[in-house]
């Protein structure tokens, strides 16, 4: 990490006090568990238009259930090629219940630096909680235990259009932009689940925190801007008896590292053919990879159970070097972001733990970025909750992966709006 370093807090997200949600679950005995996931550009870094990786409610047929892996990415005004992937588990079990929410919108404003500034704002971030209330389901009416968890993020920009409109938290005109900002800091986590069995009913707390800026020559160069985003965060409730479900101590999974700036010099050699230019690729030593790393989870062992760790938090926050804040260069263009956490060998007899492999990795620059991309040095700290699912009765898990790519083809000119059907990628897979 670096010897003083200041983690900048750039932008004020004021979020809506009306929430968006639209009932489309299905409680039953199998589901679709979110594992994580990785995103990677292929040209250039980028601002964040459009993000997201989750795991749709599953669906009830004739034949079992079916639920769509969605990934989605949209870049600001440069064409790009996102390569993705998706972790899942598929769950078949008696006596353990789910309820899935895939459908779950928290809209907000984000606001530049410039706006915080002049409206005498201090810039803290300020962290949301939302509440989600909705019907528990009779076949999960009085049950022991409760585990609600992430089924993954849609993070998108909604307004496409310039404009300006009043905003009552400025008590000012705030000019808007039909772009994207880069982060500086995102975090998403479920704080709290609460059941209400006389009502019939269970809430949960979602809690977000973002902070955001754009000082690089694709921004614009006005006082202040805002943007409109939305988060959607599916998630599923589990529930059970304690013969049939046991949840064990969250274990918090964390990953801390700095970088360097790359030397163009050094990473590309221009050569010419009769046909085009083009840049061969040559990994500079200060380039970061990613990185598996291991972790025990604790919960009772029993070669006869199944265990599946779930997620109810991932997040991220960038540090910005003092000389990069000199040069008023204060958030970061993303290239590659990985969290998630998969198998690795299973249990272990004879200790009271289950062994898993995770991925936590943020990434700035890398060597074959187009000679427009930005690259700085920085530092990151990223992580991730899970907590394991123990199921004590006949339970069918099946791990996957999906991999893919999305091509976004969009231009400066006529931007494509990040809810253009070209920002999405989806498979179904069925659980029989």
């Given at each position: 990490?670096?010897?003083?370093h200041i983690?900048?807090?750039l932008?004020?997200?004021?979020?809506?006090l009306?929430?968006?949600?639209?009932?489309?679950?299905?409680?039953n005995?199998a589901?679709?568990v979110?594992?994580?996931?990785?995103?990677?550009w292929?040209?250039d870094n980028?601002?964040?238009?459009r993000?997201?990786?989750?795991?749709?409610?599953p669906m009830?047929?004739?034949?079992?259930y079916?639920?769509?892996?969605v990934?989605?990415?949209?870049s600001g005004?440069g064409?790009?090629?996102?390569n993705?992937?998706t972790?899942?588990?598929?769950v078949k079990?008696t006596?353990?219940f789910f309820d899935?929410q895939?459908?779950?919108?928290i809209?907000?404003?984000?606001?530049?630096?410039d706006t915080?500034?002049?409206?005498?704002?201090?810039g803290?971030?300020?962290q949301g909680?939302f509440?989600?209330?909705?019907?528990?389901?009779e076949?999960?009416q009085?049950k022991?235990?409760?585990?609600?968890f992430?089924?993954?993020?849609?993070?998108?920009h909604?307004?496409n259009?310039?404009?300006?409109?009043y905003?009552?938290?400025?008590?000012?005109?705030?000019?808007?932009?039909?772009?994207?900002?880069?982060?500086?800091?995102?975090?998403i986590r479920i704080?709290d689940?609460r059941?209400?069995?006389?009502?019939?009913?269970?809430?949960?707390t979602?809690a977000?925190?973002l902070?955001?800026?754009?000082?690089t020559?694709?921004?614009?160069?006005?006082?202040?801007?805002c943007?409109?985003?939305?988060?959607?965060?599916?998630?599923t409730?589990?529930a059970?008896d304690a013969d049939a479900?046991r949840?064990?101590?969250?274990?918090n999974?964390?990953?801390?590292?700095?970088w360097e700036?790359?030397t163009?010099?050094?990473?590309?050699?221009k050569?010419?053919?009769?046909r085009k230019?083009?840049y061969a690729?040559?990994y500079h030593?200060?380039e970061?990879?990613?990185e598996?790393?291991?972790v025990?989870?604790?919960?009772?062992y029993?070669?006869?159970?199944?265990?599946?760790?779930v997620?109810?938090?991932i997040?991220f926050?960038?540090?910005v070097p003092q000389?990069i804040l000199?040069?008023?260069?204060n958030?970061?263009?993303?290239?590659?972001?990985?969290?998630?956490?998969?198998?690795?060998?299973g249990?272990?007899?004879?200790?009271?733990s289950?062994?898993?492999d995770y991925?936590?990795?943020?990434k700035?620059w890398?060597?074959?970025?187009?000679?427009?991309?930005?690259a700085n040095?920085?530092?990151v700290?990223?992580?991730m909750?899970v907590v394991?699912?123990?199921?004590?009765?006949?339970?069918?898990l099946?791990y996957g992966?999906?991999?893919g790519?999305i091509?976004?083809?969009?231009n400066?000119?006529?931007p494509?709006?990040?809810?253009?059907?070209?920002?999405?990628?989806?498979?179904?897979?069925?659980?029989?």
């Amino acid at each position: 990490m670096f010897e003083h370093h200041i983690k900048t807090w750039l932008a004020f997200v004021f979020f809506c006090l009306t929430y968006t949600t639209f009932v489309n679950a299905q409680h039953n005995s199998a589901t679709i568990v979110w594992q994580g996931f990785q995103h990677q550009w292929k040209y250039d870094n980028h601002r964040y238009k459009r993000m997201g990786s989750y795991v749709s409610a599953p669906m009830e047929d004739a034949e079992g259930y079916q639920a769509e892996i969605v990934n989605t990415a949209a870049s600001g005004i440069g064409a790009d090629v996102m390569n993705y992937a998706t972790w899942f588990t598929k769950v078949k079990t008696t006596d353990v219940f789910f309820d899935t929410q895939d459908s779950v919108e928290i809209p907000m404003i984000v606001c530049s630096r410039d706006t915080i500034t002049k409206n005498d704002h201090k810039g803290v971030v300020i962290q949301g909680n939302f509440d989600f209330t909705y019907p528990l389901p009779e076949a999960m009416q009085n049950k022991e235990n409760y585990m609600a968890f992430l089924n993954g993020f849609d993070l998108y920009h909604v307004r496409n259009k310039t404009g300006r409109f009043y905003h009552p938290a400025y008590n000012a005109v705030i000019s808007t932009w039909s772009q994207a900002l880069k982060f500086n800091q995102l975090d998403i986590r479920i704080a709290d689940t609460r059941i209400n069995q006389q009502e019939e009913t269970y809430t949960v707390t979602i809690a977000l925190a973002l902070t955001a800026d754009c000082k690089t020559g694709e921004c614009p160069k006005v006082e202040s801007f805002c943007l409109d985003y939305a988060f959607n965060v599916p998630f599923t409730l589990a529930a059970g008896d304690a013969d049939a479900l046991r949840l064990s101590s969250p274990k918090n999974l964390y990953n801390a590292y700095d970088w360097e700036k790359e030397t163009r010099v050094d990473e590309f050699k221009k050569r010419k053919s009769k046909r085009k230019n083009y840049y061969a690729r040559r990994y500079h030593p200060n380039e970061i990879v990613p990185e598996k790393k291991g972790v025990w989870l604790e919960s009772t062992y029993d070669e006869t159970l199944q265990v599946i760790p779930v997620i109810s938090a991932i997040g991220f926050e960038t540090i910005v070097p003092q000389e990069i804040l000199d040069k008023d260069e204060n958030a970061y263009h993303l290239a590659e972001l990985r969290m998630a956490i998969f198998p690795a060998g299973g249990q272990s007899p004879g200790q009271d733990s289950y062994y898993y492999d995770y991925m936590l990795f943020f990434k700035q620059w890398q060597t074959d970025m187009r000679w427009l991309s930005h690259a700085n040095p920085g530092a990151v700290e990223i992580n991730m909750n899970v907590v394991p699912l123990q199921f004590l009765k006949e339970t069918e898990l099946e791990y996957g992966q999906t991999n893919g790519q999305i091509r976004w083809k969009t231009n400066p000119v006529v931007p494509l709006s990040a809810k253009s059907s070209k920002a999405v990628k989806r498979k179904v897979v069925r659980v029989e």
